[in-house]
């Protein structure tokens, strides 16, 4: 795992993986909203509008599961000061916030149909919106300082900070008993959606991970190149171009 850190190792690693990953998260897109918007039947009750949830759903457990990753590589990177980690959490920052804005969109298009409005002050988008700031506020606060590696501890500690954010979200449902409707796939017990939605919607959710990680991997790369300009290794991999 030392090795696969190293800055030249991860490059490397990442350069093998990157086509792959990206070959499969095209392939899972086009089949999941096939799969979504033309073949799962209408729901008895929405119609036809539920299919926003097929891009809706997977951009909010994303945003969820990225910042994760963000306060965990920054976690790493505080205490073992890994500059992989430093990367990696810098990297995520405007990924995650792209996957929150965007469920934050879906979720008013969806709502106006539901709820009869674009938006309320319901427990789960209340904290949501809370998450977009935080990471808007990360990327603010790498770019106040101007020492790069000083301005990444920084912002993992308020990436660590924020992190209490990520149980309310998931949990405000239950705790609160808001307008938002409860889990259906995550609950306990069966999923309270049919078999004929649930597939699609999970093929989305790897199509949007894949996306994810493929992204991740391109701008965590641009960075490591940038940061390490002036280490001997660069200009090897460069002339080399893996």
């Known amino acids: 795992m030392q090795q696969l850190l190293a800055p030249k190792n991860f490059y490397l690693w990442s350069g093998r993986w990157l086509r792959p990953v990206a070959w499969a998260t095209g392939l899972c897109t086009l089949t999941g909203l096939y ?20 891009v809706h759903v997977p951009s909010a457990w994303m945003s969820l599961f990225v910042y994760a990753v963000m306060a965990g590589a920054g976690a790493v990177a505080l205490v073992w000061r890994i500059k992989v980690a430093e990367v990696v959490a810098s990297a995520s920052a405007p990924i995650g916030a792209a996957f929150t804005a965007l469920a934050l969109m879906t979720g008013s298009l969806w709502g106006k149909p539901m709820w009869g409005t674009w938006w309320v002050w319901d427990a789960r988008l209340t904290s949501e919106l809370l998450l977009l700031f935080l990471y808007l506020g990360y990327m603010a606060l790498e770019q106040a300082i101007e020492d790069r590696r ?17 149980p309310i979200i998931h949990y405000s ?17 069966a999923p309270a959606i049919h078999g004929s939605m649930l597939a699609p919607l999970l ?40």
């Open 35 to 54: 799969w979504g918007l033309v073949v799962a039947p209408p729901d008895y009750q929405q119609g036809d509008s539920y299919r926003i949830m097929f």
């Open 150 to 166: 000083t301005a990444t501890r920084a912002a993992a500690v308020l990436a660590l900070v924020g992190a209490v954010d990520l």
């Open 173 to 189: 449902v239950e705790w609160w008993h808001t307008l938002h409707q409860a889990p259906t796939v995550t609950r306990f017990g």
């Open 203 to 242: 093929v989305m959710a790897l199509a949007f991970f894949g996306y994810y990680v493929s992204l991740l991997l391109v701008r965590a790369r641009c960075e490591l190149l940038e940061r390490e300009r002036t280490n001997p290794w660069v200009g090897e991999v460069c002339r080399g171009i893996p």
